[in-house]
């Protein structure tokens, strides 16, 4: 019971660390250089303790059900499977992880609203919700892609930076065909993807895989999974805007 | 009923994005390790706190993150806040229809504050940092990490800014700053390689984007002459890349430190 109410207060703490930041740099930006009362404080107060409890419950029942499993399914698969089941673990769990992921959800709609005000597509609220689908579905299917690759990597023993840098060279010449309405998004898309569930999960199948398979360093060949889900979905996404513009 | 019906329907639409993760956890769980969940009532608890807090958290990113973010930009690039009572200035932006850059000084200030205040306080980076120094066994310093990857995020998040008030074509910035992250990932102590890349990813948090995002999209429809579709997003492009070569340098000069006061006590010895 007391571990558990601690748990807890860890949680609201790590939740309040997020927001804490935020409102002082606001709000002393508001008092001492706007000088000027907030537009709408009320509706943005509000707005905010949803923020709040929303990624409090939302981490907490991460926390509750789902990491222990995956976590421990990470770490099983990685000791025990044969490299195909591995390949497809990670990419079913890059996948599954990224379409549930609330920053992409969030600029993923903020994406399809200005293509519409600029015309790109067609206003109407059906087509906006198909292209941040679109979006969505691409970078998820970016990050499963990543993450198998980097699975694979883990256990070829291979160096990380040939493949960042092979992947910032396919990245640079596909910016060249671009349409420019979606290279910004392209660029956003690798950063807003890896946040409250990836990072957990897709770490955990990381550090288990390096660890399980003799003369792997965890810290050499644990981490870096995270940075190809970041850098994979810049490509997709170009290609995803080259197709529907 | 108005609010009921929408939250309804955010609460839908959250069940359809967290079912995938069910289904592959399941799947995997009973088709392929072939074993009985321990905690079945566990799993389905967490599961409905999930489902709730992303319909919550969503609901407030409309009402509370976006507005906010925008308002921030909307009166930071306000013409009578950026002529502060100057006369001579607000005509100049009345003929000439553009603002200097350098006037929106409040705005980079701003990016740069909001960057590094939310990284060093971010868990997850915190996590990291103690788990990196753990595994190098003190050689990286948990503070030295943290206080190069929020000064990464904060130059980052501010040079965005200037380059949405600039306008100029974000893929220079981001392939000069790829060829700066090859020249350095050369030098740097291996150690610390898969870390740097990785901050990249790991900083930008789920509160942190849609502020940040919004803070773009505000600047881009606030500026004269800019296109939100053209120049509204990057910033948080800026934000993951940035640290990656902060990391690295934080990497070269802490290993030179270290080599240098180890030839020192050679030299004593």
Same mark, same amino acid.
């Given at each position: 019971?007391?571990?558990? &109410? ?17 409102? @002082? ?7 001492? @250089? ?11 107060? *509000? ?15 991460? !926390? ?7 976590? +421990? ?33 969030? @600029?993923?709609? +903020?994406?399809? !609203? ?11 609220? !059906? ?36 493949? /960042? ?6 990245? *640079?010449? /596909? ?36 660890? *399980? ?25 170009? &290609? ?6 | ?24 956890? #399941? ?34 990113? %409309? ?14 690039? $306000? ?23 350098? #006037? ?17 306080? %971010? ?73 740097? =890349? ?51 340098? =934080? ?7 270290? $080599? ?10």
């Amino acid at each position: 019971m007391i571990a558990f &109410l601690i748990k807890l207060a860890k949680n609201i703490f790590s939740v309040f660390l997020n927001i804490l930041p935020i409102l @002082v740099v606001v709000t002393s930006f508001q008092l001492f @250089v706007i000088k000027q009362p907030f537009p709408d404080l009320a509706a943005t107060i *509000s707005g905010m303790f949803f923020v709040f409890v929303g990624l409090f419950l939302f981490i907490q029942g991460l !926390e509750i059900g789902l990491f222990p499993l995956g976590e +421990k399914m990470a770490f099983q698969f990685s000791v025990k499977a044969n490299i195909w089941w591995l390949l497809i673990f990670g990419f079913t769990i890059g996948f599954s992880t990224t379409i549930a992921e609330p920053a992409l959800i969030a @600029v993923a709609k +903020k994406a399809g !609203e200005i293509a519409a005000e600029a015309n790109a597509i067609q206003h109407t609220s !059906e087509s906006i919700a198909n292209y941040a689908f679109g979006l969505r579905i691409t970078v998820a299917f970016s990050v499963g892609f990543a993450i198998s690759v980097g699975v694979f990597r883990i256990v070829k023993g291979w160096s990380i930076q040939w493949f /960042i840098i092979i992947g910032y060279i396919c990245v *640079s010449i /596909i910016t060249a065909f671009a349409p420019d309405e979606i290279v910004g998004i392209a660029y956003d898309s690798g950063g807003v993807t890896t946040s409250t569930i990836t990072v957990p999960l897709v770490a955990a199948l990381g550090v288990g895989l390096a660890s *399980s398979i003799r003369g792997r360093s965890p810290i050499i060949d644990g981490f870096g999974l995270i940075a190809f889900a970041s850098l994979t979905p810049m490509f997709f996404v170009m &290609l995803y805007g080259l197709i529907i513009y | 009923m108005e609010l009921f019906y929408h939250s309804a329907k955010v609460l839908l639409g959250t069940l359809k994005d967290v079912s995938p993760i069910i289904g592959v956890i #399941l799947f995997f769980q009973l088709v392929v390790i072939r074993k009985k969940i321990d905690h079945p009532g566990r799993l389905i608890y967490g599961f409905c706190l999930v489902v709730i807090g992303l319909a919550i958290f969503m609901i407030g990113l %409309e009402e509370g993150l976006f507005p906010l973010g925008e308002a921030m930009s909307r009166q930071l690039t $306000n013409f009578y806040f950026l002529a502060k009572g100057n006369a001579a200035i607000l005509e100049e932006i009345d003929t000439t229809g553009s603002v200097y850059p350098l #006037l929106y000084f409040w705005t980079y200030i701003f990016g740069f504050c909001i960057g590094f205040s939310t990284t060093i306080a %971010e868990p997850a980076l915190i996590a990291v940092a103690l788990k990196a120094k753990e595994v190098s066994t003190g050689a990286i310093s948990p503070w030295g990490l943290r206080l190069a990857v929020a000064l990464g995020v904060a130059i980052g998040i501010s040079l965005g800014c200037y380059r949405i008030v600039t306008g100029s074509p974000l893929h220079w910035y981001i392939v000069a700053g790829y060829l700066v992250v090859v020249c350095l990932t050369f030098f740097a102590p291996k150690m610390i390689i898969p870390l740097a =890349y990785d901050s990249g990813g790991v900083t930008t948090s789920t509160v942190t984007v849609p502020l940040v995002a919004a803070l773009g999209i505000g600047l881009a429809s606030n500026v004269p002459g800019r296109s939100v579709i053209v120049d509204a997003f990057g910033l948080i492009a800026f934000a993951s890349l940035f640290p990656i070569i902060s990391v690295l340098v =934080y990497g070269i000069i802490s290993e030179r430190i270290v $080599n240098r006061s180890r030839r020192k006590s050679l030299r004593k010895a």
